[in-house]
């Protein structure tokens, strides 16, 4: 017996699609559309915070740019997100900046000490180094040579009547002014530098007119490294003054206040006349007269020299020795000023 033929087995459903009654596969993907791709392109990714906080940061405070620069280049690595090309360029400002402010800072600090540096000196008062064999500096007249001398009063009254100088401009013209101090050992002629110290010999030679010299006593004789010997004091202590003082001059105002060159000793060579004092701008009516080379700070105002025939009368003082046999002290045989003149 035969039986008739069966319909064959239909076909299974095409992928993708779905006939009734058979589940297939589903059309497309979740949120797709009937050809089986996703709604449109996917979403682009998310920039990263700091990434753009950097490039901000890099024009406003370049140091907080390169921090989150390298933030945000760590975060971009552990999650994905955009803004790796917004870091670097926020890193690569960021340093230019810095390297360019750093720079600013140390051409400012180093144009600032050159400034104090500058600042940092007498009025027009070069710098110089002692010269070889630590002589004293060569002479560059300040622009405000004589400009402005003052004599202040001091604490202490005068030691002898005396009406200071004349204050403001004085003349450095001549340079040399004659002058002589007559003692009870002989004359000392000397030769007053008013071209290089011209407030110094304004006092001396006010002093020398109004008689304050006459009849007063060479109270200090020294020897060894300091020979001098040292006058204008009318009490004969070391103490007395005019009643009023004024600053150094030369070789002083070679030197910058600050430099430590002030400190070291030079050569004061025989015959110099230099103001005796207690420290800077004490000058007063105190004097010595170097009779040796003699090494001293220069801090005391050269304005004069003495002549051939002063250096035998203190030749001759010196040789007499100090009281007592010591190397500093009253002259064995009293030396006194009879008369200060100006030639």
Known sequence: ??????DPAP????YGGHQPGHPGYPLGYPGGHPGGFPGGYPPPGRTNSMAIASLVCAFLFAPAGIVFGHVSLSQIKRSGEQGRGLAIA???????FTVLTVVAVIVSILLTMLAVQTVDRRPGGPT???????????????PNLGVDCQYPPTTEPAAKPAR?????????????????????????????????SPCTVNSFASLAQQGFYDNTPCHRLTTGQMAVLQCGDPTGKGTGGPGYRFPNE??????????????????????????????PGSNGSQFFLVYQD????????VFGEVDRTGLATLDQIAADGIAGGGDDGAPAEPVKIVEASLD
């Open 250 to 279: 030369y070789p002083t105002n070679q030197y910058r206040l600050s430099d430590p060159a002030l400190r070291k000793p030079v050569v004061y060579p025989r015959g110099t006349v230099a103001t005796a004092n207690s420290g």
């Open 164 to 196: 200071p100088p004349r204050t403001g401009t004085v003349p450095t013209e001549p340079a040399t002014v004659s002058a002589g101090i007559r003692t009870n050992h002989g004359s000392i002629g000397l030769r007053l530098a008013n071209g290089r």
């Open 1 to 6: 017996m035969t039986f008739p033929p069966t």
């Open 294 to 301: 003699s090494l001293l700070p220069p801090t005391y105002t």
């Open 11 to 14: 076909y299974p459903p095409p």
């Open 90 to 96: 926020g890193l690569v400002i960021s340093y230019v």
């Open 128 to 142: 110089y180094d002692a010269a070889p064999q630590n002589a004293l500096p060569a002479f560059d007249p300040p």
